[in-house]
């Protein structure tokens, strides 16, 4: 059970970015489906979840300028980021909290993709 991000990279301050993530491996469910991101020097902050009903939140910091959307079928979520800021600078991660059966027994697992960098220069 793994995620695999896509997208990243440098823009300019104003600029737009897609961040897409896919699950795969034995997922009976995904119940959702994130972005974190983690700056130099401070804390891995939530920046936006999208539920398996499709309800969505976000960071304060973000909203009105990045939007998530999602797949279930295909178990994908993307993030569009808008209207880039400097302090948008950070990695990304994709975060996920998945049903797997193994051995008739249900579990919730939270998983983790691996970071991609977002800078953006002003």
């Known amino acids: 059970v793994q995620l695999q991000a896509f997208g990243g990279g440098l823009v300019q301050a104003g600029g737009s970015l897609r961040l897409s993530c896919v699950a795969s491996?034995?997922?009976?469910?995904?119940?959702?489906m994130g972005w974190y991101r983690q700056a130099p020097g401070k804390q891995r902050e939530l920046v936006a979840r999208i539920s398996r009903v499709g309800r969505t939140n976000y960071v304060d910091s973000v909203q009105g300028r990045f939007a998530i959307s999602g797949d279930s079928a295909k178990r994908t979520v993307d993030l569009q980021m808008n209207s880039l800021k400097p302090e948008d600078t950070a990695v990304y991660y994709c975060n996920a909290h998945v049903d797997v059966l193994n051995a008739g027994i249900l579990r919730e697992l939270e998983i983790w993709g691996r970071g991609t960098q977002v800078t953006v220069s002003s």
């Open positions: 491996g034995n997922i009976s469910s995904i119940n959702d």
